[in-house]
Every structure is written in C-alpha cells, then in structure tokens.
C-alpha cells in the first residue's frame, strides 16, 4: 500500500515538473493550480462552507488536507467553529478568537471531481502562460521578431514567435503583400497589452520604426550609435525618406547607409517589398533641412514662417513635378519627415505673386498717404508692407530712401500717423455702433479693429471675451452630418494671431473682470521659463 502511495506522489511530482517545462512557467505556480483543483473537490466532498486548505509538499509530493475552525464560547456552525473547551482537549493554549487546524483524509476523486479539477488545472496554467507571456514581452517593444505564419485570418496574419503568438493586423501590413501558413516573416513589436484572452503581441511591417530597426541591423554604425537617423516618414511598399547625421565628422553618413555599390540600402529595400527609400542628411537648420528633403528636386528658395510652422519653397518651373511627386508623395513625405507645413510654387508663380503684392502695397500708400505712384513704388520696393511702417519707423531711415529728404520724411509720416488715427476713430465708431463695451478694448492685445470684429461675432462684453474658448477667437473644423469637414470661422481668424496670442487676450480678459488671480510678473517669467526647460 505505502509503495502505491509513494507511487502517486512521485507521479503528482513528475506531472507538474513537466507542464512547468513545457509551458515555460514556474513549478510552483502548477503545484498551486494543483492545491486549488484538490481543495474545491475536497469542498464538494465535505460541503462548501467548510474552511478547507490542500497543501502539496514540493519535495515529497505528500498531500496535506486541513479544514480551519474558529475557535469560539457558543456554536453556530459546527463546519467552521469549534467551541473552546474542544478546542483545548485538542491544544491546551486556545484562546476564543484562534483558529484551528483539522486533518482531514485525502480526498479521493470521482469521475465528476476529477473532470472539475482537471478544468482548474488547466486555467490555471493558461493564466500562468499568458502572465509568463506578457512579462516577457512587455519590455520588447521596439524590437524586429522572426517568426512563422500560423494562419491567416480577414487579411490579419497570426505569428509563432516560438513561446508566443503575435499578430499582424490588416493596416499594419505592406500593402499589396500576401502570406501563407508556414512562411517565415520579421515584423516590430509596436504594442503589448493585457486582454480578456491573453496577452496581445501587436506586430508591425508598415511601422516607421520597422525601416529603422532593419537599417540598424543592417549598417554597424547605426547599431554602434556612431550615425543617428533623426527622423523617418514612409509611404509603406511605395517609398520613404530617412534623415540620418554622423557623430563622426570622418564617417559619411548617406554612404555608410547605402554601402558598397548599395547592398546595404538594397537589403531593406528587399525586405520592404522594393519600397524606394531616399537617404537624406539631417541638418540642424531648418531650411537647409526642408531643401535636403525635397531631393531629388532642386530648390530656389525658401521663405520659413516660425509662427504658423509653414514654409514656402521655389523651384524651378521644370522641377515642380518632381517636387511634388506623384500624388504629392515627395512633398507629403518631406513634410512629415521635417514637422513642416511645405507650400510649393515655381519661380513664375512667385514672381507673379510678388509683383501683385507690389501692386497691391504700392496702391495702398497712394490711398492712404494721398502721393503719386512713383513715391509709392519707392516705398514699396524698401520693404514697407503697410501704414504703419511708415508711421512707427525712424524718421533717419524714411528720410535714407533716395530721392527722399527729411522735410518729404517728415511729411509722409504725418500723413501715415493721421490716416491711422481717423482709421482707428472710425473703428471705435463702428465699435460703439455694434454695442462693444469700453473695457473690451482696454484687454492688452486687442485694437480697435479687433473690437469690432469681435462686435461682428456677437462677442460685445468684458464677460462675453472671457468666456471664449480660443477656438471661437481663430476658428476651428467640425464634422457635418455628411461627413464633411466645415470650417467655423472665428472672431479674429483674420489678424495672423497664434494660439499663444488668441489664448494670452482670453486669460487677460478673465483677470480683468476677476475670474482668475493675475500672476505676479517674477512668476509668469519663471513659468514661462519652466515650460521651455519641459519642452525642451
């Protein structure tokens, strides 16, 4: 009989060491699902509100079975209590309040139990697996996996990664690329993630980062650290712009990328189903940037605007095509590559538009300066865009333009002075006319032109500013219900301001009707300073 016994034991050891080792977890973790599965058939044999607790010894593989009374003065229930004077026959130090343990004998399993039991075990397990799964790959994102196509399901791809499944999903595959079960496959870990039914392995061939980590494995230098890709923009299975520097002055970065007679570049193109990648040197200067990722196309020039991020870039008439690309490809590209917003115009077009604004500034000041066309050409073709340069700027520089003295100087910056004061007297008319409050014009940043556009919007109170979004102030877009995307127009859209500029006149009109405390000048500076150090 002992022999049998011992018999049993070895084999509840030698069950549970090989689940461990083929499912990779913990042998501890099985001996518990297997304490779990021996403890609920050991309820359903001595009722379900007994206290009962199963131990496995991990050496002997001998089954302890104990049930847990409370020791109390009066019983309830005799499946959980046991009274003190019991409770001292068995332990002569009880006390009211302890609990004791009682063996109970081994449990013998039914049909029934054995199934239940095998149920636990092996959920048990499986939670153990996807928590052994999760673990080991949380900390693997950002790398390039190999593995084997199990099957292929609604155009998603199901992957063995050996002690893992991964999947990937329809959008993050190259397009126009099949696969078959069995077929070897590299993607990038972008995501893992608890869910109902396991961990989930995100995999990615379409991901930016795929390109890179490829070009990684591929170029030592980039592996060594010695060249940085600064940054990346695909157009997955069509083309692609990579922006690379060198720490080393001696090492070529775009030549170390490409190799010898290109096989380096040509293994991830082959790789990426012959997307056609350009490799393009990253410079610190924005320009030089942008004009390094319109190539192959040549550029005239470039014109930055720091506010609104936008850039506008002349090339040659014959170049635009290749600028542009095919279906805008080239500069859709360059744009995401460089986080700039890229116009495009040819030398004509530009040419075009500056002899129109030329046109449009040089009649201006004849309206509103009362001289003739030659006098305004001439301020025109010194740089003065409107009135208010001529007003505002020195008089030694007016008087500096030749065929100009200081007394003709003198002269137009009067008029230029007068003509904005009789603007801005009929703006603050047309403002009272609309029913917009004095205090509205006393917010730091706001004309007498802004006032009234502001008038225009309905937006005619101290509180009715304050309460604006920046939104309301420079428009926004918003779904219709045919799903087209309608622009709002806002109260100021027309003044070039920024979302600083739109949000700073809301915050100081809700500090001059009370809403909000104004901060004290030392702390804005040190805000300020605070969020640049963050952003940077």
Not at 94 to 104: C, F, K, P, S, Y
Not at 345 to 361: H, M, N
Request: charged fraction near 30%; aromatic fraction near 4%.
């Amino acid at each position: 009989m002992a022999t049998g016994v011992a018999a049993n034991r070895l084999e509840l050891l030698q069950i549970a060491d090989a689940v461990a080792r083929d499912k990779s977890i913990d042998k501890q973790v099985v001996l518990g699902a297997m304490e779990e599965a021996m403890q609920r058939a050991a309820k359903a044999r001595y009722g379900s509100e007994n206290e009962i607790k199963v131990e496995i010894d991990p050496k002997t593989g001998e089954t302890h079975v104990s049930r847990y009374l409370n020791v109390v003065e009066l019983v309830d229930n005799d499946k959980i209590e046991i009274s003190l004077e019991e409770a001292r026959r068995r332990n002569p130090a009880a006390q009211v309040g302890d609990i004791i343990a009682e063996t109970l004998p081994p449990v013998d399993f039914s049909r029934i139990a054995a199934q239940a039991a095998k149920q636990v075990i092996v959920q048990k397990v499986r939670d153990a697996e996807r928590e052994r799964q999760y673990e080991e790959y949380k900390d693997r994102i950002g790398e390039i996996v190999h593995g084997i196509v199990k099957r292929v399901e609604f155009g998603s791809v199901v992957v063995d990664l050996g002690r893992a499944e991964g999947v990937v999903r329809r959008d993050e595959m190259i397009p126009r690329e099949s696969f078959r079960t069995g077929d070897r496959i590299r993607a990038y870990i972008y995501d893992v993630r608890r869910e109902t039914r396991g961990p989930q392995i995100f995999l990615s061939r379409s991901h930016p980062q795929f390109m890179v980590r490829l070009f990684a494995q591929e170029v030592p230098e980039i592996y060594d650290g010695i060249i940085e890709i600064r940054a990346v923009a695909r157009d997955p299975g069509s083309r692609a712009k990579i922006a690379v520097i060198s720490k080393d002055s001696s090492i070529d970065p775009v030549g170390a990328c490409v190799g010898m007679r290109g096989v380096r570049v040509q293994a991830v193109v082959q790789e990426l189903q012959g997307e056609r990648i350009d490799i393009i040197p990253w410079s610190p200067d924005p320009a030089t940037f942008i004009v390094n990722a319109l190539a192959p196309a040549e550029v005239s020039k470039v014109v930055l605007d720091e506010d609104t991020h936008r850039v506008e870039v002349v090339v040659p008439d014959e170049q635009l095509s290749l600028a542009i690309g095919r279906r805008g490809q080239n500069v859709r590209l360059a744009s995401q590559l460089t986080s700039w917003q890229i116009d495009i115009l040819t030398e004509a077009e530009e040419s075009e538009r500056r002899q129109k604004e030329f046109a449009e500034r040089t009649q201006r000041f004849m309206e509103a300066l009362d001289v003739d066309e030659t006098v305004a050409q001439l301020l025109a073709s010194e740089g003065f865009a409107d009135v208010d340069d001529v007003a505002y700027v020195p008089l030694n520089e007016l008087a500096a333009i030749e065929g100009f003295d200081e007394e003709t100087a003198q002269e137009l910056q009067q008029r230029a002075i007068d003509h904005i004061e009789a603007q801005n007297k009929a703006m603050d008319d047309k403002r009272r006319e609309l029913g917009v409050t004095d205090d509205v014009l006393e917010v730091d940043g706001v004309t007498a032109a802004m006032a009234v556009s502001l008038g225009e919007a309905g937006i005619k109170s101290l509180e009715d500013l304050a309460g604006c979004a920046t939104d309301d102030l420079l428009g926004y877009y918003e779904t219709s219900k045919d799903k087209e995307r309608v622009r709002i127009t806002g109260a100021l859209e027309g003044f070039n301001l920024t979302a600083d500029d739109a949000n700073a006149i809301i915050m100081k009109a809700r500090v001059k009707i009370g809403w909000i405390e104004e901060l004290p000048e030392e702390e804005e500076a040190a805000e300020e300073t605070t969020e640049e150090e963050g952003a940077a």
